[in-house]
């Protein structure tokens, strides 16, 4: 023995070494990966899944042509009851039952991540009314005689108008072709689907037997620029029924939104490329929850998407070539109705797609999903909802007027631009506490319970910061005096000789957050002045446009404060509001509403009322351009201090 | 030299041996093939155009696998001056200058065939007031700013609004897709293709440069059992730019409709077969009708298809297994309004097809344009409009009140279930006089100009008899005496041993029309007792018929009678009058209007109105069933007999 050998965790994509016979749940929880656990590792509780990944799923190495079953330990009893042998065959694992022998690529899926970490894109328990826009409805047909002998598309329409008073209905050429067949074999007695939009009568676009008709199902799908979340949801109950999630694989060409529309300039493919990987993957998660809740493709009628811009022209398959360039013009505001399949979607071949519409160039289709989950407009309270991505997406008002913007705070809030900036994934700080006077540091890391100082230092694995941590530190420097109001680090710092402060050329520079032994970098992880300098640029702009738009709707400050999004889960208000990043208020008054544009995406599958709102929220907001702004320049300069109370 | 070939000639399907060197226009009439030529024969006008098919388009024996271009002289200067190169290297020569030098297949085209005769599918002069489903508009789009990013769709619609007054408009989804790109190319001049139903408020199907935005064309297509007969139509003007027409090649499925129906219960493929060829061979007509008039197939943007019930589902790729068998129901009565490229048809991306309504069972949408073509319900007249083909569809009616029935006519008038019967091709016996006394016959022959005594016996080549010749037989036969208003052979014409009488165990059974010199099947063509049952039978039905449908509408007889279809052009009112076919009337009465069917397909590509009147039509005709109606059985005995005058 004594062998080691390389496994690969997505989608993580966390990596390490591990010994021959040690078990997947061990190593996932040595590199930080989190996998669920009830049992404790005994092949009891079944909840800790995972798929071996094909050879070549990603290079691991020397023996990457390797087939998966044999870089493992042979299945055991627990795992073919837990699992059974279908998904045995389809390459599932438990973690904790099955050894390593050889390289190795494991994918995590979401159900076996632990719930509050990573990817933090559960539906919520929210609802609304149900009124979908597809429906089923059971009629009992008179069979034709040569006395009756009405064609069956008006012998079927006209026992739709009797029986459920829908008139005006049309077919879908591909159901109208198996007509005659389909209502013969079903014996008279059928269970037709029919999609509506709130302009058109309806359409048959399903006709199936009445007696085994099957789940009606609808998948809401929020595209985002580093993740997708797919809700696969009862039509009829209205109810969750699967939730997965996945990186959005257009990462692959291009981090941010820019370098994907940069992307499409230089490859005349680059439009279809990014378009079929983003689809092809919506597919493979709408497949899996289809799978997991024991449906069929088939079920999948309707499709709501949502996604920034640029996220969803891509998504669309739209030229983009006006959106990355000034006057930044999109293709279309308005939702988009077409067939699913017109995008190379496959559920039933007559699944509709509606896209919320977008309200201007960079405030898109997801903020118009914020808007119609949180309803401001419904409300005497004056919400601003703040949606913190690549850019920060502001919405100000209540139900006399809404306003809106988007400030380029540029990517530092998502950890980029920072020295050590990294995504919130295993291994990054995202919590920071500094002991004034003394300086020291405590962190917890994502795939660590508590603070990091409850291990020893070799467990700790820090790999970088991510943006909440990044502002809590910035907060916690500011309240232990490392930095001034201003952002520059106190140059009396210099004097103390403090091991976490980093002078260079006689200037306190940086502050050690992790020693290189806490770290899986071999390196200490520190935040410069330049990192804080990022930060302040951020939080400026986010906070100038904030004040900007209370301006113009003439308040003060707003009387709550909703955080939309992963990124708004993570923050801690208290912190957020300490370096000034939203308006002064107490913390109780800001609250956290996790992925709202996923539950917007989710509401307009769920009732038609929902869809008529956005289009009337995209035109009825008033988008405000911060640059053409006259008092932006004042304040942000101004928000980008650290004035206390500010 | 003194070899000779197999030439065969299409669409009439007409082969025979030449000698080598022999030109293609001397070889067609030899084989009463009719080629246009109106200088002579000398290269000199070009109407003799031909087309060489490539080997293996009809199995020709022996050289089949020789190049056309070897069976063949090489092109003249006159060919290269009136064909140009292009047309000689698709296989285009004239026929007069081209001399046979192997196996050949030879297709003559609509144009090149002589007006008068086969196919007789011209479009008529008649014309409606353009109010096509396809409109182009003009717009020129101010371009965005900073302070104006509206979207490019809502710029553009919006701009559609204000320039044309067109709300409400949506845009096709691939449209939508290139539109920024469109937009910019275009210097923000476009040319806008709006397609419009009557319910909704129209789509964009084209968006391009406004400056050259090329023809707006249309295709009204009329699909028969036996012939396609396409009409390429300027949407613009309404003029027709280009005919073309050619057999159905579903004949090779089945040469009649239900046995085209039995053979997609047969082969599980069957139906996608009759589909697919169907469709192949409009696109191969639009293709060739738009080449002729120097268009793009791009330039097609709406297609108008007609056929009787079976032509309309097998068309259509509509399941057709309840149409065959009692009670006859079709998969749909309404118009059917689908993208083209939806069955196949290779057009605009964005080109739209609509089908006309059906009526009922047997009376199919190629009926409904025929109404809508000669307008009865805008008339005080009462009209009996008769359109014969494997089934006899009458309409009687005026402004007040419109039935219609079907009735089983067989396939006799068209040339089937008669001993020596064809359709109207070349060869076909289609004029016929009797000498009463003598009994002499005198004939036409189509492919032959004038009476058949004008030619040597050996130039005659008769192959049998068509519709037309049929009726006249048995009317002249009737007039001279040979057989009794019952239908049989009067008895007595044994005693006159007459060599045009054939006598069978005593009694008269056939007349000679033809000698056994004169026809080209080496045997005499006959007309029989079953024969004259056969036309009987027919013209019983039909006019038991019109009789049920005038009592129903009480009417003694009809104002005006109206001949639809081939068979209409080619039958003497005389003579369908004389054997009793029609309600008695004078013969001034009864008109021949062509292809009425074609005429309202064209009618409704070019106003909306036409297509509402279809509709309007569909349901607003009353159906007479008559296998059920009471007083059809003595009708039919009674409009057996060849009563004078009844």
New interface residues.
């Given amino acids: 023995m004594g062998s080691s050998y390389t496994v690969v965790f997505q989608p993580s994509g966390r990596r390490g070494r591990a010994a021959e016979g040690e078990d997947l749940l061990t190593i996932a929880r040595n590199l930080g990966v989190d996998i669920e656990s009830a049992c404790g590792g005994k092949g009891a509780c079944g909840k800790c899944r995972v798929r071996l990944e094909p050879p070549g799923a990603e290079d691991v190495g020397a023996a990457s042509g390797s087939a998966p079953l044999a870089a493992v330990s042979t299945p055991t009893q627990a795992e073919a009851r837990l699992l059974g042998l279908t998904a045995l065959a389809a390459g599932m694992r438990l973690a904790c039952q099955t050894q390593v022998a050889g390289d190795l690529v494991v994918f995590v899926p979401e159900e076996s991540r632990r719930a509050a970490q990573v990817v933090r894109k559960e539906a919520s328990d929210r609802t609304v009314p149900l009124d979908a826009a597809i429906k089923r409805y059971r009629v009992a047909l008179q069979q ?11 012998r079927l329409l006209s026992a739709l108008v009797t029986e459920h008073g829908l008139s005006g209905l049309t ?1 879908d ?1 591909t159901v ?6 389909l209502l ?1 074999r079903a014996g008279w007695n059928v269970a037709v689907t029919v999609w509506r939009t709130g302009s058109q009568a309806g359409t048959i676009v399903d006709v199936r037997p009445g007696g085994d008709s099957g789940r009606l199902l609808g998948l809401a799908v929020d595209v985002g620029t580093t993740t997708i979340a797919a809700y696969l949801t009862d039509l009829e109950t209205g109810k969750v029924v699967a939730t997965e999630s996945a990186m959005n694989p257009q990462v692959a060409m291009g981090d941010d939104v820019i370098s994907r529309l940069y992307h499409t300039t230089r490859d005349p493919d680059g439009l279809a490329q990014l378009q079929s990987t983003v689809v092809q993957e919506v597919n493979a998660l709408g497949a899996r929850a289809v799978e997991r809740c024991g449906a069929a493709l088939d079920d999948v009628f309707d499709i709501v998407a949502v996604g920034n811009t640029a996220m969803h022209h891509l998504f ?8 990355g360039v ?9 939702a ?1 109705d ?1 067939l699913a399949s ?1 995008v190379g979607l496959s559920f039933h071949p007559g699944c509709r797609l509606h896209v919320l519409p ?1 309200e ?2 960079f405030v898109g289709a997801d903020n118009v999903a914020v808007v119609i989950a949180e309803e401001p407009y419904k409300q005497d309270e004056v919400l601003l909802i703040v949606d913190i991505g690549t850019n920060g997406e502001l919405v100000l008002g209540n139900r006399l007027r809404m306003l809106s913007t988007s400030c380029a705070t540029g990517p530092a809030l998502e950890g980029a631009h920072i020295e050590f900036g990294m995504r919130a994934a295993p291994g990054a700080i995202e919590r920071i506490r500094i002991e004034p006077g003394t300086l020291d540091v405590r962190f917890k890391v994502i795939g660590l319970e508590g603070w990091h100082t409850d291990y020893p230092a070799a467990q700790v694995m820090a790999r970088g910061i991510c943006g909440s941590g990044i502002i809590e530190a910035a907060a916690e420097m500011l309240a232990a005096g490392v930095i001034l109001p201003d952002g520059g680090f106190d140059p009396r710092l210099v004097d103390l000789s403090n091991e976490r402060i980093v002078v260079e050329n006689g200037r306190p520079r940086k502050l050690v957050i992790a020693r290189p032994e806490e770290t899986a970098i071999g390196r200490a992880i520190t935040v410069s002045l330049k990192d804080i300098r990022s930060i302040q640029l951020a939080k400026g702009a986010l906070r100038a446009g904030a004040e900007i738009l209370l301006s113009r709707y003439g308040a003060e400050k707003p009387d709550r404060v909703i955080l939309a999004g992963a990124f708004g889960s993570y923050i801690d208000p208290q912190y957020a509001l300490a370096i000034g990043m939203l308006p002064h208020l107490e913390s109780e008054r800001v609250v956290s509403v996790g992925n709202a544009a996923g539950d917007g995406a989710r509401f307009a599958l769920l009732n038609l009322g929902k869809r008529r709102e956005a289009a009337w929220v995209a035109l009825a907001i008033e988008y405000v ?1 911060l ?2 702004e006259p008092g932006f320049q004042k304040e942000y300069l101004e928000a980008m201090t650290f004035h206390a109370g500010r």
């Fill in positions: 034709p005689t040569l006395e009756d002998a009405t064609p069956d598309a008006e077919l050429f109208l072709q198996r007509l005659p067949g013969r669309l398959g739209l030229d983009v070539r006006a959106l000034a006057p930044f013009v999109a293709a279309v505001r308005g988009v077409i017109s977008v201007a160039g351009e640059a053409t």
